[in-house]
């Protein structure tokens, strides 16, 4: 049995649709991040980044129960576990690794920052507002010329999409338009009426419109560093 940490965020529900996609969802522990929930004891024993999403495989490598913090680990764990969302082909295989990896070191970040400046910030700095808006813009050209040949990311649907898609999701707080990209609306509208997503989506989708209005104990939750410093 697979025990999800989880509050519904791009990277939390990168994780829910990899289980629902795999047959595999089932325990759903909130974390609630407005609440300082992430910087519990026992949850850092689990996620020592006191980031979610994380899992306990209950019936990890050799029968023995493991913890696995970060999304892109968690994504590459489920599916070798699985032998499924990743390529046979040693090529293809490499290939979606690849866009796994730049989602979790270039489009994550850079749209995260994007995210903040553009939503979050205590106060508006135009060049932090531009800067991420321009980079996420250029980002998202990348994904659209690697899908003008390509089906999915990597020929077939893997954890590479479902790593990307859930940060394509919240594309106006990036200030991007699909329109723009048509390659990758191609690509969403695909994978976004997959059974898998719809149920992954489905996970606390009553917590989605949380707020965390800048200088609130939620924002500071989020956003100080630290439990203790959001009182």
Known sequence: MIELFFWPTPNGYKATIALAELGLLGKVTPINILA??????????????????????????????VAIFESGAILLYLAEKTGKLLPKSEV??????????????????????????????????????????QEAA?????????LADHEYLADEFSIADIATFTWVRPRKMQGQDLEDY???????????????????LSVLSDKMKW????????????????????D
């Open 182 to 200: 048509p390659n990758v609306k191609r690509w969403y509208d695909q994978i976004k009426v997959r059974p898998s997503v719809s149920e992954g």
């Open 92 to 133: 293809k295989r490499l290939e979606a690794l690849q866009w796994l990896f730049f989602q979790v070191s270039s489009m994550g970040p850079m749209l995260g920052q994007a995210h903040h400046f553009r939503t979050y910030a205590p106060e508006k700095i135009e060049y932090a507002v531009d800067r991420y808006t």
């Open 211 to 230: 707020q965390a209005k800048p200088g609130s104990k939620e924002w500071k939750s989020m956003f100080s560093g630290s439990e203790k410093k959001s």
């Open 36 to 65: 300082g929930e992430q910087f519990d004891p026992a949850f850092l024993k689990i996620s020592p980044n006191n980031k979610v999403p994380a899992i306990i495989d209950h019936d990890g490598p050799n029968g023995e129960p």
């Open 138 to 146: 250029r980002l998202y050209k990348v994904l659209d010329n690697r």
